[in-house]
């Protein structure tokens, strides 16, 4: 049911005829159909639970749960979360590496947010730590931040602007963001950190035509980041980069024919150095566009985006680099499924992602793509430890099927090809190059199996198995390890009270 405009009535109404629409108004607001529940995602999302535009929540209430158990009142909302993960893969393919490793992840996530009628403070803290790693295992800060507020915010809300139907949200200070496809812009699932950003962030929508969403934020820079220091757990608390801006504006057009979506938007990063945090002053604009159709039993659904990339870069984090190269590349992304009405609901899905490489590293320009802070367990497979493949210099296509045997029960299998979309670019995860491109640009294939079930709505497990292939550019590029094929495991728990 669409929110319609209420109350768009002349200063000559009478008081009691404007009381009633101010009535109407809010009845029609909470009367509007709440969206469909879906199953609590892989890791904590506690934060998004609650949408205070829509009135309801986008994940099932945990069986389990602290709100009920400590009979608090209706207007305070307390979650915890915990996932604890244990992976490990067995072949190195990053360069000069060698042998496997195994990690611990644990995640634990405590929530908090007070719903004063209008307006909702809210915080969220989170601990991530990573036990059984060592000196070799490359730890960073993908994989552990300790005990640290990734948010803290003040919400402002109004479901029925100026009784025109039209809802508006403002929300300033710390907080994770989660955009469109979440290419770019996304609260981290798989990976055991959680990016988070300072600013303001505004929404406005017209709830079943439209929305858009603005925000002008400094990224968090989590602390420690030393690898010495990751390992000693030594405890500092995270610092908003004030030397970087990242901001954006993102309109959602729904259902325009046929029931397809649209979403069109442009982002830009103006990253600057700092004594604890050198970089490679990024300094782009990032237009996009997006148009989608879901899933649904016995129809097809499609996606497509296509994201460009303009600006400046330098080639290195270097004081001593002070020579901007012109930055100029791309990515597109098409993919079409097909879901049968049958038992088990299987979908059938073919993929295809471009993200372009660099094609001179001799050159003044810089091709490479750049997925900002976008997510890629989604497209790419398990992050972790492992996270083989990220959205730059890829040229991949795809195939899989996904089913549900019971309500509870989810399985899927996937099969990606792997090539470098430059082959004198490099694989950018596993640190090889080879500028001569000599080495080609056959990274190999990835196959990869993954299961979760739903013991109920606070408790689910998940295990996951992905075997690379590798190719002749993973065994012979420059400094590319002298070991076979990678196989990657992992078994989590995830409990939400």
């Given at each position: ?263 069109a938007y442009l982002y830009h990063l103006d990253e600057g150095d700092s004594i604890r945090n050198p970089t490679r002053n990024r300094r782009y604009f ?212």
């Amino acid at each position: 049911m669409a929110i319609q405009p209420v109350g768009r009535a002349s200063t000559a109404l009478p008081l009691s005829l404007l009381s009633a629409c101010t009535f109407l108004a809010c009845e029609v607001v909470e009367a509007a159909e709440k969206p469909k529940y879906i199953r609590p995602p892989f890791a904590a999302f506690s934060s998004q639970m609650h949408d205070p535009l829509l009135g309801g929540g986008k994940y099932e209430k945990p069986v389990w749960n602290l709100h009920d158990m400590l009979k608090l009142p209706d207007w305070l909302s307390m979650s915890v979360e915990q996932r604890t993960r244990y992976e490990t893969f067995d072949n190195a393919f990053k360069a000069s590496g060698s042998g496997g490793d195994q990690q611990i992840a644990l995640q634990t996530a405590f929530w908090l947010e007070a719903n004063l009628g209008k307006l909702r403070a809210g915080a969220e803290f989170v601990d991530a730590r990573a036990l059984l790693s060592d000196k070799d295992s490359d730890l960073n800060t993908t994989h552990a931040d300790n005990a640290d507020f990734i948010q803290g915010y003040l919400n402002w809300a109004e479901q029925n602007l100026f009784y025109s139907g039209i809802g508006a949200d403002a929300t300033a200070g710390r907080q994770t963001l989660n955009i469109g496809s979440r290419r770019l812009v996304a609260r981290n699932a798989l990976r055991n950190t959680i990016n988070s950003f300072t600013g303001v962030k505004l929404r406005v929508t017209d709830y079943s035509q439209w929305a858009f969403t603005g925000f002008v934020t400094m990224p968090v820079l989590r602390f420690p980041d030393k690898e010495k220091a990751i390992l000693a757990e030594t405890h500092e608390f995270d610092e908003e980069d004030t030397h970087t801006w990242f901001s954006g504006g993102f309109l959602e057009l729904y259902d325009l024919l046929w029931g397809i979506n649209a979403e069109a938007y442009l982002y830009h990063l103006d990253e600057g150095d700092s004594i604890r945090n050198p970089t490679r002053n990024r300094r782009y604009f990032t237009p996009g566009m997006r148009f989608y159709l879901k899933p649904a039993k016995a129809k097809l659904d499609f996606e497509l985006e296509a994201i460009g990339q303009l600006g400046t870069v330098r080639k290195t984090t270097a004081n001593s680099d002070g020579k901007d190269l012109d930055h100029a590349a791309w990515y597109e992304h098409v993919s079409l499924g097909y879901t049968l009405d049958v038992p088990w609901s299987p979908r059938f899905g073919l993929d295809y992602d471009y993200a372009s490489g660099d094609e001179d590293p001799n050159d003044n320009l810089d091709q490479r793509f750049d997925t900002l802070y976008g997510a890629r367990r989604f497209e790419f497979g398990p992050t972790g430890i492992y996270g083989a493949f990220a959205r730059s210099n890829i040229n991949t296509p795809g195939y899989g099927i996904g089913i549900s045997p019971r309500s509870d029960v989810q399985m899927s299998v996937r099969h990606r090809y792997f090539w470098l979309a430059s082959d004198t670019d490099s694989w950018t995860t596993a640190g090889l190059r080879d500028k001569t491109g000599k080495s080609g640009g056959d990274i190999g294939h990835q196959l990869e199996l993954t299961a979760r079930w739903d013991f109920n709505s606070s408790l689910n497990f998940e295990a996951a198995w992905a075997h690379l292939f590798k190719g002749a550019f993973a065994q012979h590029a420059p400094s590319a390890p002298a070991e076979g094929d990678v196989d990657y495991f992992y078994l989590q728990s995830q409990l939400r009270f």
